[in-house]
């Protein structure tokens, strides 16, 4: 078995590739040790200003200037220090000189000119061009030293390029035509730019795995994947990734300035899809110290503790970046503890099962062609706003709050998820507009076969290339046909809701506040719930009666059920928080999936639950804070008492504190006495 699958990766990278001399070789190991580190990314290649061949720090053919081998001297050290090296190769930002030396390797934009502010100041090169032999040799000549790995920063197009005299003569041997424009989107070649961008990379991957793998098969190769966000501004599919890289990857736990506008949940978000989407292949999520873009200011304490505690408590490893000056800083002891409590705790941290009954599918389809999708802020992409309505970040955030609130547990699929989803109770698509026909006979299949399903607003009213269909694709199984009129924006209007249990009996409200936008819908087999007010002439109007338009629609579909919402519930969700929209998500799970854990009053509380053998493990990230980010205090909580439903344990034990808990059996599972919740927490409780 290949070393990476053995055990969870501890990965520290000390960002020391702007100046080499900043951390001398001795240091680093110290430092990667006294973290709790097993493996480093490390740095042998210069980067001030970008990558070029006279910065090269080890033994390659390919540089133009002899330079100390720094790698030769940190292998011999590094070796019997428990730590695996894994080489850093930037294999995307280059120096501006060095990019004219070889202006046909050049990304090139649209406009004809070479990508030149990457950075600010950097530029970049094609996969597609000669410059693919030149990183192929520097693998032949990292691999002929004793390292474990090679870590790709990159490779990626970026949003504005290629059109490189080699991306234009591979495309036009492939498909008889010239590069459209990227920027245009009903261009009937622009899906096949996408495919082909994708492809390259793909084909560079695969390339780059091979060497390596022939001349030593215990080389790591991995990259720098794609998050939640659309691939075609850089070309990073991550199912074509996976299929040449030993691991999937992907920069969930970078914060990027207001912190108030980057979730909580960011990096478990990262986790989640990830490991939908990897094959059985291990998942890693960066974690950067770094409060972007100020790279040398670190987070604090508290906000370093959430990302670990989301990332590595759904199975993910940590990849956690210093720079030099942060080493001596106390945050670095937190995450040394928490490194330290993964090596102690092993089975708690590797190949772990999820035991979620509920999946939340994000649109990946949807984010390359539906006008709600936006382009997130990356060190990778400029963040692009959504240009339409149905916004896809906010409808999935939405249900993905409601069911942190609500204590279940959940996977994040895609739609290639679908294979696997009947060994879900409940299957979620928020405004999951764009799906192909076979992802609608899956869906079909796994309601008419018992399961349940909620979606919204445009769910399956397009096609995955973004034509738009005549009725929902789904609309036997929502149980409505849509009427092709679009409600909204509805400014200060409302649903009628009072009186439908199903909502919840704590709803009892005569108004609330509707989403923006909705779709007027003629129910055909499914029975209304829940209706639209009247649109109101002014926010002081008398108050508006139900109209003929439902909101909510509960139709059954073979042995399950579907629950359609014709309105942008999730976005309404995650903006302004009204807590019936909260409830009414409670109640959907309440109703629609085996319920697995609860825990009263700790509202602020998240809660996973995973299985290995006979051991069921339950995840606790305490985030009882202030309102505002970043984070400085974390609140403790006493007393807890967690129910564990369909589960009569035997014993419980915190891992963190390394003590016995009081646990009581009752017919429906057990009841676990937990003292004190600090920051965070994991019960093993044994079945």
């Not at 004793?146 to 591979?170: A, H, M, R, W």
């Not at 070649?189 to 560079?204: G, H, N, P």
């Not at 879900?424 to 076969?449: C, M, Q, T």
Request: glycine share 8%.
């Amino acid at each position: 078995m290949q070393w990476w699958k053995k055990e969870s990766l501890r990965i520290v990278e000390i960002v020391n590739g702007l100046d080499l001399s900043a951390v001398s070789p001795q240091e680093q190991i110290e430092t990667v040790k006294r973290m709790g580190g097993n493996v480093q990314h490390f740095h042998c290649m210069h980067m001030d200003a970008g990558l070029d061949d006279k910065n090269l720090f080890f033994a390659t053919s390919v540089a133009k200037k002899k330079n100390p081998d720094i790698l030769k001297e940190y292998l011999s050290m590094a070796k019997g220090s428990g730590i695996r090296v894994v080489i850093y190769f930037n294999v995307h930002t280059y120096k501006m000189d060095f990019v004219k030396q070889h202006p046909d390797w050049a990304q090139i934009k649209e406009d004809g000119n070479p990508i030149d502010t990457l950075y600010g100041n950097t530029g970049s090169f094609c996969v597609n061009s000669a410059y693919r032999e030149w990183v192929f040799q520097i693998l032949r000549d990292l691999a002929a030293y004793e390292i474990d790995g090679v870590f790709y920063d990159g490779p990626i197009f970026f949003g504005n390029t290629c059109y490189c005299s080699s991306c234009q003569k591979l495309f036009r041997e492939k498909t008889g035509m010239d590069l459209p424009s990227k920027a245009d989107k009903q261009n009937p070649l622009w899906q096949k730019f996408m495919d082909f961008q994708t492809d390259s990379i793909s084909r560079f991957l695969k390339d780059s795995n091979a060497i390596l793998k022939e001349i030593n098969p215990e080389i790591l190769f991995y990259m720098n994947g794609n998050g939640k966000g659309p691939s075609w501004p850089t070309g990073r599919n991550n199912h074509a990734i996976i299929a040449h890289t030993d691991i999937l990857a992907a920069e969930g736990g970078f914060l990027h300035g207001d912190l108030n506008n980057n979730p909580l949940y960011k990096p478990s978000v990262s986790a989640k899809l990830l490991s939908s989407q990897a094959q059985g292949k291990p998942v890693v999520v960066f974690d950067c110290v770094g409060h972007k873009p100020w790279s040398l200011y670190s987070l604090p304490e508290k906000e370093i503790n959430l990302l670990l505690t989301q990332t590595l408590f759904y199975d993910a490893n940590a990849w956690i970046a210093v720079f030099p000056n942060d080493i001596k800083n106390p945050e670095m002891d937190m995450i040394a503890d928490f490194n330290l409590f993964v090596k102690s705790n092993p089975d708690a941290f590797y190949k772990t099962l999820s035991m979620a009954k509920i999946a939340l599918l994000w649109p990946s389809y949807s984010s390359e062609v539906y006008g709600g999708s936006s382009v997130p802020l990356s060190d990778f992409t400029n963040e692009v706003s959504a240009q339409g309505i149905g916004n896809l970040d906010e409808e999935f955030n939405g249900f993905y709050e409601g069911l942190r609130n609500a204590k279940y547990p959940f996977d994040v699929i895609d739609e290639k998820g679908l294979d696997a989803v009947s060994k879900y109770d409940l299957l979620i698509l928020p405004n999951v507009a764009n799906i192909g026909s076979e992802e609608v006979d899956k869906i079909k299949d796994f309601v008419k076969k018992g399961g349940n399903l909620v979606a919204t607003f445009e769910t399956s009213l397009y096609d995955r290339k973004g034509k738009k269909k005549k009725d929902f694709q789904l609309a036997e199984v929502f149980g409505v046909n849509s009427n092709n009129k679009l409600l909204g924006p509805l400014v200060w209007d409302y649903i009628s809701a009072k009186g439908k249990t199903f909502l919840g009996e704590e709803i009892n409200k005569d108004f609330i506040p509707a989403p923006e936008y909705g779709i007027s819908v003629n129910p055909t087999s499914g029975e209304a719930l829940a209706y639209f007010c009247e649109r109101m002439a002014g926010r002081y109007d008398a108050n508006p009666l139900p109209s003929e338009d439902p909101f909510v629609t509960l139709n059954q579909y073979g042995k399950g059920h579907a629950l359609y919402i014709s309105g942008t519930f999730g976005a309404c969700v995650a903006k302004y928080n009204f807590p019936e929209y909260f409830k009414f998500i409670e109640s959907m799970a309440d109703s629609f999936s085996t319920k697995l854990v609860e825990i009263k009053n700790a509202p602020c509380v998240e809660v996973n639950l995973r299985k290995k053998g006979d051991a069921v493990y339950i995840y606790l990230s305490n985030q009882t804070s202030g309102i505002k980010r970043p984070i400085i205090n974390i609140h403790p909580l006493s007393d807890l008492e967690i129910t564990v439903y369909g589960i009569c344990g035997s014993s419980a034990q915190s891992l963190v504190n390394k003590q016995e808990l009081k646990i009581k059996s009752f017919n429906q599972g057990c009841v676990i006495s937990l003292p004190l919740l600090e920051d965070y927490d994991i019960i093993c409780l044994k079945e």
